[in-house]
């Protein structure tokens, strides 16, 4: 038989676990290359503000490439909602590259589509 001291250190590192892990996923700058890196492409995956970045994909130099932006309501005040580019059109991508070069993602700073700029992170150089 268990004690009630012992079943609640179990929950209580149950709850830390379950409530460490949003902060685990949500990841920095480091991971990716310091310099400026753009790229032209057509949308294959439209903006999704699930998570704790928006996220879209595209298509571009014959691999489809992960884009990870803003944190939802960042990207959703730069104007970059769920549905604004459509599948299919071209976009161009400023932001960083993974360090890792068998990884086709980039840590999105700014999209651009039919001339407007989207800004998720206008704060970065």
Known sequence: MRSPFSLGIGVAILALS?????????HGWSGNLDEEFQISGTVESGVSLAGPH????????GQIW???LAPPPRTQ???LKEGVIPVG????IHGHRNRDPKRF???TERVTWN???FNVYPDRK
């Open 54 to 61: 928006a996220t879209m994909k595209i298509r571009a130099e």
């Open 77 to 79: 005040a730069a104007g």
């Open 115 to 117: 001339g407007r700029t």
């Open 105 to 107: 993602e980039i840590k």
């Open 18 to 26: 379950v409530s460490a892990s949003p902060a685990l996923a949500h």
């Open 89 to 92: 059109a071209t976009v161009t």
């Open 66 to 68: 992960d884009l990870t």
